[in-house]
């Protein structure tokens, strides 16, 4: 059982960067792909960026495309989400989350088998 935990959130303005980090708890986390998704309160959850397991794929949903940048640090269990150039519209809870299937390749929240707890992202125009 994977556990996951999300850090890096806060409040910021417009235009201004954060960096999220996911840390896991297994070692197993190297073979998963992970994704970031946000849920505004009343709103379905929304894919944000997904990295394979060994940081060969990456995807990005269109909103964040350009903006955003996940990596990962496999040797520390740790996934990044980079966040440049932030919008209003960026203000969510952020969720890191584990697929065991490695390729990258999933888009939808009950593809990913573990998730976090979540980390609140502010900003403010």
């Known amino acids: 059982q994977v556990q996951l935990v999300e850090s890096g959130g806060g409040l910021a303005q417009a235009g201004d960067s954060l960096r999220l980090s996911c840390t896991a708890s297994?070692?197993?986390?190297?073979?998963?792909?992970v994704g970031w998704f946000r849920q505004v309160s009343g709103k379905d959850r929304q894919f944000v960026a997904v990295?394979?397991?060994?940081?060969?794929?990456?995807y990005y949903a269109d909103t964040v495309d350009g903006r955003f940048i996940i990596s990962r640090d496999l040797g520390r269990k740790k996934v990044y989400l980079q966040m440049d150039n932030l919008k209003p519209e960026d203000t969510a809870v952020y969720y890191c989350?584990?697929?065991?299937?490695?390729?990258?390749?999933?888009?939808?929240?009950?593809?990913?088998?573990?998730w976090g707890q979540g980390t609140q992202v502010t900003v403010s125009s």
């Open positions: 990295i394979s397991w060994n940081a060969g794929y990456t």
């Open positions: 989350a584990a697929d065991e299937t490695p390729n990258g390749r999933g888009r939808e929240d009950y593809e990913f088998e573990y």
């Open positions: 297994e070692q197993d986390f190297s073979m998963y792909s």
